[in-house]
């Protein structure tokens, strides 16, 4: 039972753009979500978190959205640059994560 | 170190044989987490400890897998009698605190690799 879902494995865009990274769940009990990023050879690293009484967080070029009716998230990356070429898990609550998205950002 | 760490870096092993895998947690984290993460997925949760107990270990696959952390700090993984779905990089995290259901931050280290032959 995958309680975090990331269901596109993977996503292309153009430097400059914006990255909109999507995350679903089941787990109406999750009181926050995080969303880490991960390079080759490297753990996971924090990005942003959001509680689950908030629907919106933005630090910097990084917001993450929240819709409890639809049990959804998603990460938004504006403008992206070629260094946030990375694999991008969603996590709820404090132990389970997505499956990840790889991230490709060109220049 | 300033950050979490984990010994060996890459392990290559024989089907049956016992490993241990190390991680030291950034000092003063009182909650430290062990996940294991297969090609293509995200990180599966295996046991978490508060201090020296095991608070949830409840993502442990079978009784080949044991963890401790009998100081608080430092942690070792063992498994044994090893399968070749074992093969897979264990991540080990910490946190300052994991009371109460806030948000606090996991620093993950740069996982062992471990490969079963």
């Known amino acids: 039972d995958q309680q975090v879902k990331q269901n596109s494995p993977s996503l292309s865009v153009q430097e400059g753009r914006i990255s909109i990274l999507n995350c679903d769940y089941t787990n109406s009990m999750f009181d926050y979500f995080l969303w880490y990023k991960k390079y080759p050879a490297e753990g996971p690293t924090f990005l942003i978190s959001i509680s689950s009484i908030k629907d919106k967080n933005e630090d910097g070029r990084f917001t993450v959205f929240l819709n409890k009716s639809a049990k959804h998230l998603s990460l938004h990356i504006v403008p992206s640059q070629p260094g946030d070429s990375a694999v991008y898990f969603c996590?709820?609550?404090?132990?389970?994560f997505g499956q990840g998205t790889i991230l490709t950002v060109h220049p | 170190g300033a950050g979490v760490s984990q010994t060996p870096s890459n392990k290559v092993t024989e089907k049956g044989k016992y490993v241990e895998l190390r991680c030291d947690p950034i000092s003063g984290h009182t909650a430290l987490y062990w996940y294991r993460q297969s090609l293509g997925q995200g990180p599966e949760f295996l046991i978490y400890f508060q201090g020296t107990g095991a608070a949830d270990d409840s993502g442990l696959p079978n009784d080949r897998f044991f963890a401790v952390r009998p100081e608080g700090s430092v942690s070792t993984l063992k498994i044994q009698r090893t399968e070749r779905g074992d093969s897979a990089v264990y991540l080990c995290?910490?946190?300052?605190?994991?009371?109460?259901?806030?948000?606090?931050?996991?620093?993950f280290g740069p996982g062992t690799r471990l490969t079963v032959l």
């Open positions: 995290a910490s946190s300052l605190d994991l009371a109460g259901g806030t948000h606090n931050e996991q620093f």
């Open positions: 996590a709820g609550g404090k132990l389970t």
